[in-house]
């Protein structure tokens, strides 16, 4: 059974620093690619960033590019979020996700449960 | 601002079919594929269509995805209590949301 646990979640102060991990179980971990999406309190799923099975390619959605780095760690199958300079509005559960593919495109196959992140003073 | 439109809500009565459109532009559904996911209340999200029409085992066949240009819709056919959740449409590898749609069951 694929299983995604996070944690690292917390309360921070604007300016501050959080990392995200994802223990990943189940399924073999460096043969797939993973990203974290993230839903502010009421609000829809944003995309946030996403690595490739070997960590060799990383993307970020324009609103955390420079102040969060994703990484995974393939030998024991976790996945990180390392995110600076914390604003108000990254305030969200984040969600560790693992990515598949059906010929050319990419989907969401499976999801963990979250890590509440909030940014305030 | 999502760049796919969803509509903030539906509903409809046991046994019923309802849609859920998902609208965008050429730049975006008009090129790539489109997923739906379904988020129940205080769960997280779950995969339900991907490739536009392409079920996952264990989704009922209830469920069902379309796309024609620069539009995608979810069509739910036998409406049950719960399917009551929030639906998103999902574009550009899911590195585009829609704002979702909030479906209620009369």
């Known amino acids: 059974e694929v299983q995604l646990l996070e944690s690292g979640g917390g309360y921070v102060q604007p300016g501050g620093s959080l990392r995200l991990s994802c223990a990943a179980s189940?399924?073999?971990?460096?043969?797939?690619?993973m990203s974290w999406v993230r839903q502010a309190p009421g609000k829809g799923l944003e995309w946030v960033s996403a690595?490739?099975?070997?960590?060799?390619?990383?993307y970020y959605a324009d609103s955390v590019k420079g102040r969060f780095t994703i990484s995974r760690d393939n030998s024991k199958n976790t996945l990180f979020l390392q995110m600076n300079s914390l604003r108000a509005e990254d305030t969200a559960v984040y969600y560790c996700?693992?990515?598949?593919?059906?010929?050319?495109?990419?989907?969401?196959?499976?999801w963990g449960q979250g890590t509440l992140v909030t940014v305030s003073s | 601002q999502s760049v796919l439109t969803q509509p903030p809500s539906a509903s409809g009565t046991p046994g019923q079919r309802v849609t859920i459109s998902c609208s965008g532009s050429?730049?975006?559904?008009?090129?790539?594929?489109i997923n739906w996911y379904q988020q129940l209340p205080g769960t997280a999200p779950k995969l339900l269509i991907y490739?536009?029409?392409q079920r996952p085992s264990g989704v009922p066949d209830r469920f069902s995805g379309s796309k024609s240009g620069t539009s995608a819709s979810l069509a739910i056919s036998g409406l049950q209590s719960e399917d009551e959740a929030d639906y998103y449409c999902?574009?550009?590898?899911?590195?585009?949301f829609g704002g979702g749609t909030k479906l209620t069951v009369l």
């Open positions: 996700a693992r990515r598949s593919q059906y010929s050319s495109t990419w989907y969401t196959d499976y």
């Open positions: 189940g399924f073999t971990f460096s043969s797939y690619a």
């Open positions: 690595i490739s099975d070997s960590g060799g390619g990383t």
């Open positions: 050429s730049s975006n559904i008009g090129t790539n594929t």
């Open positions: 490739s536009n029409n």
């Open positions: 999902a574009t550009w590898d899911d590195t585009q």
